[in-house]
């Protein structure tokens, strides 16, 4: 019922900041729970951030500080916005949409993070 494509990953120094999009393909203010996963490597996939359709936001406590999550409903769109990044933070990053009964991964992007 939902399409989900990130965008704004690549490879960046420690310090620097990212904007990772998610597009959606219908409208996202009806939808329980949107969020972000990553997947290190050699690691499992892994919560990132949250938020409600009463923009109720949560947070992994290794990225809380440094990244925040927004939407933008006229555009439904969600964002990641990495701010500090570190070599740690280098994974795979996936777009979540919690429907009712349902969940919906977008096809990731990547995130690098090295001197």
């Known amino acids: 019922q939902v399409q989900l494509v990130e965008s704004g990953g690549g490879l960046v120094r420690p310090g620097t900041s990212l904007r990772l999009s998610c597009a959606a393909s219908?409208?996202?203010?009806?939808?329980?729970?949107m969020g972000w996963y990553r997947q290190a490597p050699g690691k499992q996939r892994e919560f990132v951030a949250s938020?409600?359709?009463?923009?109720?936001?949560a947070y992994a406590a290794s990225v809380k500080g440094r990244f925040t999550i927004s939407r933008d409903n006229a555009r439904n769109t969600v964002y990641l916005q990495m701010n500090s990044l570190k070599p740690e933070d280098t994974a795979v990053y996936y777009c979540?949409?919690?429907?009712?009964?349902?969940?919906?991964w977008g096809q990731g992007t990547q995130v690098t993070v090295v001197s």
């Open positions: 979540n949409a919690d429907l009712t009964g349902s969940v919906y």
């Open positions: 219908r409208i996202i203010a009806g939808i329980p729970v």
């Open positions: 938020t409600t359709t009463t923009d109720t936001t």
